[in-house]
């Protein structure tokens, strides 16, 4: 009985092992959803810009030459962002 024990147990590790094998590591993380703030437009300086956001929150944003933009926004303005975790900002509107 006490082969029978350890050969149960070294097959659920091995199985376990292969399991975790065929797993692919991009789909156990999930994949970063972009989120949309809206707030205040602070400053501008150079691709950084601060917004303030509806909770009193700054938020650093990196706008580039890839960020979708209706028209330019200035500081005291209100603005929608729809920004990746990472601060880069997708597109960047006046806030209706």
């Known amino acids: 009985m006490k082969g029978f024990g350890l050969w149960l147990l070294a097959s659920i590790f091995v199985m376990g092992a292969e399991?975790?094998?065929s797993v692919p590591m991009a789909a156990a993380?999930?994949?970063a959803s972009p989120q949309v703030i809206k707030g205040d437009l602070l400053s501008i300086k150079g691709e950084v810009y601060v917004v303030r956001d509806v909770f009193g929150r700054l938020v650093r944003l990196r706008v580039n030459k890839e960020t979708k933009r209706e028209r330019l926004v200035v500081p005291g303005e209100k603005v929608e962002v729809e920004m990746m975790p990472d601060g880069r900002a997708l597109s960047i509107k006046p806030a209706k």
Do not use: E, L, M, T
């Open 19 to 21: 399991i975790s094998a």
């Open 29 to 31: 993380q999930p994949a």
